[in-house]
Structure formats: structure tokens, C-alpha cells
């Protein structure tokens, strides 16, 4: 059986409703606790799904209820990849911000612009596609194949 | 976002009734602790005991309480569940503020 053939899959609809992106980490910690994560780990994915869905609802769609951001999921034997996809006009920021700044210097803690930079700390691979359709944020958590245990499945 | 608090000596302790704190949330909690340090409350206490999630955005509006509050006063953590405070230390928002294991010990803290 090819690792294709092994993923589990599935995709989630969402309206671009910042008050229902939670249900969206509801489910991800869901599927996250199938992986081989650890609770730590697996709740900094969930952190960084509603960080790109966020995104995409401020940026592709301005703020605006009413459209569809797409929250693909697919758990390989290795890995667990997301896709979050809108089809706004709008574009979503690409580049993580290294936010340098002074604990001791109040003016210079960052109040916004975390959310790509916790992505890239926590993701082992981020890739992003601009189409005519809209933006799609493809990330993936590496884990050890080993202790990973297929649900359904005597391990 | 529902905000319980309770006045300790001349500390505030601040506990929201949210189990996340997020995007969604984040205008409104940054909106009531304005008012209430706006009140003349400057030493907080923000017990996060019940919070068991926070993004950037939950981040980004305790950053500003304590932008509002500024030097004349304090803003504290306490109660951080292991998964939230591992968001702490991503940002290094645990090098910002002073964390304690719980209410008592971060009221003691501001109370000295």
C-alpha cells in the first residue's frame, strides 16, 4: 500500500465567521490526539490551523462573513499536512515577521503580526499558492512513523 | 468575552470566563480591561486558570492591557495551563511578564 493510499483524509467548510473558527481547533485537536504528538505539540498545531484560518478570513476576505475557507487534513504514516484555502481576492501575508523586540521596552512588544511566525516555529514545512482561485496555505507536522498507530487497526 | 473580577488590598485579580482566548474575542477583552484599568486599577492580577487556549490575537490583547497599564503600575499572569504557556515561551511573551503558579502567589507578588 503506498503512503497515499495509507492517509486518512478529510476537509472541513467553514464560513469566514471569526465567532465559528473555533470549531475548526475543536477538530483539529480532535485528529491531532491520533498522531503521535503529545498534548504540547499537538495543541501548537491546533494554535497554528486557526492562525492561517484567521488569516485567511482577515486578509482574503477582508473581515467578511459569508465565504468558504476550505481546512483540508490528511494523516500519513510520517505526518499530518494541512490545507487552508479561500478564495478571496485578497492576499494573505506571506512573510513571517522576526519581531525582535526588548522585554524591558514596553513600545516595542509586538501587539499583532505573531501569527505567521508561530506557524513557521512550529510547522516543519510551510508553502503557500497564489491562483486565480485565491490563496492556499499548505502546512506539515513531522512525527515518529513508529508510535504512530493507525485508528481501526490492531497496532 | 465575560470577565469575573474581584479586588484583593490594592491588587485586581481579573479571570476570564472563556476557555479561549482568540481572534474572536480579543477586541472585546482588550476593550474591558481598558475600562477597568481606566478605573484606576493598575496593579492586575489576570488569572488564565480556566483558559485552555490563546493565539496570537489572546496574546496581542493582554500585550496591550499591559501597554495601557504602563509604568504605573503592573500587569501579571497567573494559573497558565502547560499547553498556554508553551505559547508564552514561542512569542517570548514569558520573558514580558511576570508568571506565577497561581492567584495567590502573583496577589502576593503585586501586594509586596
Known amino acids: 500500500m503506498t503512503e497515499r493510499e495509507n492517509a486518512k483524509s478529510i476537509k472541513l467548510i467553514l464560513d469566514s465567521n471569526l465567532e465559528d473558527v473555533f470549531l475548526v481547533g475543536l477538530a483539529i485537536r480532535g485528529i491531532c490526539s491520533y498522531a503521535p504528538l503529545?498534548?504540547?505539540?499537538?495543541?501548537?498545531?491546533?494554535?497554528?490551523?486557526?492562525?492561517?484560518?484567521?488569516?485567511a478570513i482577515k486578509h482574503a476576505y477582508g473581515g467578511e462573513a459569508g465565504h468558504e475557507v476550505e481546512i483540508g487534513i490528511a494523516i500519513q504514516m510520517d505526518r499530518?499536512?494541512?490545507?487552508?484555502?479561500?478564495?478571496?481576492?485578497?492576499?494573505?501575508?506571506?512573510?513571517?515577521?522576526?519581531m525582535p523586540f526588548d522585554p524591558e521596552d514596553l513600545e516595542s512588544i509586538p501587539e499583532g503580526g505573531m501569527g505567521l511566525q508561530i506557524i513557521h516555529d512550529v510547522m516543519d514545512e510551510v508553502s503557500y499558492v497564489k491562483t486565480d482561485l485565491g490563496n492556499a496555505l499548505r502546512m506539515s507536522k513531522h512525527f515518529d512513523s513508529g508510535r504512530y498507530a493507525r485508528p481501526g487497526k490492531p497496532s | 468575552m465575560q470577565l469575573q473580577s474581584e479586588k484583593i488590598g490594592s491588587v485586581l485579580v481579573v479571570k476570564p470566563f472563556d476557555r479561549r482566548m482568540d481572534a474572536s474575542v480579543a477586541v472585546d477583552f482588550k476593550e474591558k480591561m481598558a475600562s477597568l484599568i481606566n478605573e484606576g486599577h493598575d496593579l492586575v492580577v489576570l488569572d488564565m486558570e480556566g483558559v485552555d487556549f490563546i493565539d496570537s490575537s489572546g496574546l496581542g490583547a493582554i500585550v496591550s492591557s499591559l501597554k495601557t497599564i504602563g509604568r504605573k503600575g503592573d500587569l501579571v499572569i497567573s494559573g497558565l495551563q502547560q499547553t498556554v504557556m508553551s505559547m508564552f515561551k514561542l512569542t517570548r511573551m514569558d520573558r514580558v511578564f511576570r508568571i506565577f503558579q497561581n492567584r495567590d502567589e502573583a496577589v502576593a507578588a503585586l501586594s509586596g
Open chain 1, 80 to 98: 499530518i499536512v494541512f490545507e487552508v484555502c479561500d478564495t478571496g481576492a485578497g492576499a494573505i501575508p506571506l512573510e513571517a515577521r522576526k
Open chain 1, 38 to 55: 503529545g498534548e504540547v505539540v499537538a495543541y501548537q498545531v491546533e494554535v497554528c490551523i486557526v492562525e492561517a484560518v484567521n488569516n
